[in-house]
């Protein structure tokens, strides 16, 4: 039974994600998370990637109160509740064309990270912040968040699961031990 579960935990730690080095997180920008918070409808895609030290990135902004951002940029160390300082700034951003016509702010692009810019980032204490004419100190703001691999996942459920699993086999011998 040990061996089984071994070899398991060993193929579902290979599966995932980080295997591949790469570690993707979510972005949730709303104007509720700026510190102080507001009460922009703006709103936004985002897609992060982590590949070595090069970390990449891509937004596009909706429904901003102002169209245009004035300025972006990637701040921390701080955790959601608090404010950090400019670690990078994002640039201008370019129009992002809707195959249905029109058109969206958007930024695209990437920095190459030192070791310790990495550990804040995976423990979650960078954050993006997007300004605005209406907004200057941010419209719009979300913290970076890694993404668990599926296999983490997997592991916890296994972990929650086995116990149980001892717990019933541990009862069967008892009752069937029982006069």
Do not use: C
């Not at 909706?62 to 990078?88: C, H, K, M, Q, V």
């Not at 016509?101 to 960078?126: K, M, R, V």
Request: net charge neutral; hydrophobic share 40%; proline share 7%.
């Amino acid at each position: 039974m040990k061996t089984l579960l071994t070899i398991i935990v060993v193929l579902l730690s290979s599966i995932g994600g980080y295997s591949q080095g790469t570690i993707e997180f979510s972005v949730n920008l709303r104007g509720t998370n700026v510190v102080p918070p507001n009460t922009s409808s703006g709103t936004a895609f985002t897609s992060v990637t982590l590949t070595g030290a090069s970390l990449s990135y891509w937004i596009v902004l909706y429904d901003l109160a102002s169209f245009y951002p004035t300025s972006a940029e990637i701040r921390g160390p701080a955790l959601p509740e608090a404010n950090g300082n400019i670690i990078f700034d994002l640039g201008d951003y370019y129009l992002s064309i809707r195959p249905q016509g029109g058109a969206d702010p958007a930024y695209l692009g990437g920095f190459t990270l030192s070791n310790n810019q990495i550990s804040e980032l995976l423990s979650g204490q960078w954050y993006f912040n997007i300004n605005t004419a209406a907004y200057p100190n941010g419209e719009l703001r979300g913290q970076i968040v890694v993404v668990p691999e599926p296999s983490a996942i997997v592991l916890l459920v296994i972990g929650g699961i086995l116990p149980f699993v001892k717990m019933l086999r541990r009862a069967q011998r008892f009752s069937a031990q029982s006069p």
